[in-house]
């Protein structure tokens, strides 16, 4: 119906449509198409309630910059008076008591929040694969995974069940699901957005960010959800940019990392798309040069080390005795703890929670953790040496386009290897977007991945938004 907010704003403006219809409208596409279990639940009474508030607004000329805006919100992000069950057994009924700051800047900006979507339980996947209220289908290709773990999110956007959505980052986790959905996924500068209200997964890694049909719409969410925040300390206080009043990019410096187009597993077919893209690029008078970034072997494993130790003490609270999942086979405080845990988690988050309680050990925390924080700094160290050179690296988002069910899920590693281009932007706290860069043979879509300063969000915007109108289509 809608494929950009602002055909809602002009439809919403010559009276062809309200903010109610609008909703009853994707209300409809998400029952037509809730085979795809993109949704874990549809809040119809509260988003027909506040699309009538809306219209009410509209008329008196008191309306929001988002109103008629219809969105979805990850499964992990909280929304006062609605469940958030971060798609796990262990939550599946805890009701949230407060909103998530994201939430209350989209709803004081007239947005329309119209249900939670699916995704990887506590955020942990790459496929959404694991759920416990089962996996999420690609709608481009429904034998396919959507990515993870913002599948549902993705999914949302991409099958037309809302105009935007929420995910959250923490290692690729919404820009890998829009490389294989064919939509714009960012993660913002960490510290950019609050982390108020979103269930952790690896606390120094998490952020929340938009997904969208277009860059326009992405930077107007931003602009929304951006900014300090009173509940969340790690919050900068730097400015929020006009994100949506894009600079035209002059000659810019663009770098290319390498190492990720000689790697083995980079699909033949995004490896020579976006090798055209820098040859339009170069057309267009900018600089498109390849560096050396030696420590791409090193990026998944120090990222798998330190956000499964965040997640085995974010964890640690799931216990079967404050909230959540208890046991109904306890007896005791111990049996309650165990058995609450290992029937309330799935295997995938009990696999990760293992890893993190191992590293964080006595006798491997300087071994395994300790290291891993030292290779971070010289990631970051590295990378900022690129940008004070460059202003953005570019890179594909996924080596491949979205994988069969089934494919990556006996192999932990092959799958953990599929975040190898992705983790580097969270392991540093750097912005970072993925954009639809082409299509496979088979008619599947792949991304395109922008990286830049901290903080230079509205500069990565313009440029993404240069590259999809003038680049890529």
Not at 163 to 172: P, Y
Not at 179 to 206: C, E, M, N, Q, W
Not at 383 to 391: Q, S
């Amino acid at each position: 119906m809608y494929t950009s907010f602002s055909e809602v704003k002009i439809a919403l403006q010559q009276k062809q449509a309200t903010c109610e219809s609008i909703v009853k409208h994707y209300l409809q596409v998400i029952e037509q198409k809730k085979h795809l279990n993109a949704f874990n639940e549809v809040f119809t009474e509260s988003a027909l309630q506040k699309a009538t508030e809306v219209d009410d607004k509209i008329k008196s000329g008191t309306a929001g910059k988002l109103a008629g805006m219809v969105i979805a919100i990850k499964d992990n992000i909280c929304y006062k008076g609605h469940k958030v069950s971060v798609s796990s057994k262990i939550l599946e009924n805890f009701q949230s008591i407060y909103s998530s700051t994201v939430v209350e800047k989209l709803l004081a900006e007239d947005a329309i929040i119209i249900g939670r979507t699916n995704c990887d339980e506590f955020a942990m996947g790459s496929s959404n694969e694991n759920s416990a209220f089962g996996k999420v289908l690609n709608p481009l290709d429904e034998t396919t995974v959507p990515g993870g773990s913002s599948g549902g999110s993705a999914v949302a956007v991409a099958a037309g069940m809302c105009l935007a959505s929420l995910g959250t980052d923490t290692g690729g986790s919404i820009r890998q699901p829009a490389s294989f959905t064919g939509t714009v996924g960012l993660k913002p500068t960490y510290g950019r957005v609050s982390r108020h209200g979103i269930v952790a997964y690896a606390s120094s890694f998490d952020q929340v960010g938009p997904f969208s049909s277009n860059v326009e719409d992405t930077a107007l969410i931003m602009e929304v959800i951006a900014g300090q925040d009173e509940y969340d300390a790690t919050l900068s206080s730097q400015k929020v940019d006009d994100y949506s009043n894009f600079n035209k990019p002059e000659k810019l410096k663009i770098a290319y990392i390498k190492d990720c187009f000689d790697s083995e597993g980079l699909d033949a077919e995004i490896k020579s798309t976006l090798l055209n893209h820098f040859e339009k690029l170069k057309q267009q008078g900018h600089s498109v040069e390849a560096v050396d970034f030696p420590y791409l072997d090193f990026l998944v494993p120090s990222y798998y080390v330190l956000t499964t130790a965040e997640a085995s003490s974010n964890l640690g609270r799931y216990d079967g005795m404050r909230y959540g999942f208890r046991s109904a086979n306890a007896t005791d405080l111990e049996s309650t703890y165990k058995k609450s845990r290992s029937e309330g988690f799935g295997k995938e988050v009990k696999r990760r929670i293992m890893l993190g309680t191992f590293v964080l050990s006595e006798g491997y925390y300087d071994a395994y953790y300790g290291k891993a924080q030292k290779v971070r700094r010289l990631l970051l160290d590295k990378t900022n040496e690129i940008l004070a050179k460059y202003d953005f690296i570019v890179m594909p988002t996924t080596p491949s386009v979205a994988f069969k069910f089934g494919q990556n899920s006996k192999d932990p590693i092959k799958m953990y290897l599929e975040d190898i281009f992705t983790v580097q932007a969270n392991l540093t706290g750097l912005p970072a977007i993925s954009i639809p860069a082409g299509k496979n043979k088979n008619n599947l879509p792949f991304g395109i991945q922008l990286m830049g300063k901290a903080f230079s969000e509205k500069a990565l915007l313009s440029f993404a938004n240069y590259l999809e109108k003038e680049i890529v289509n």
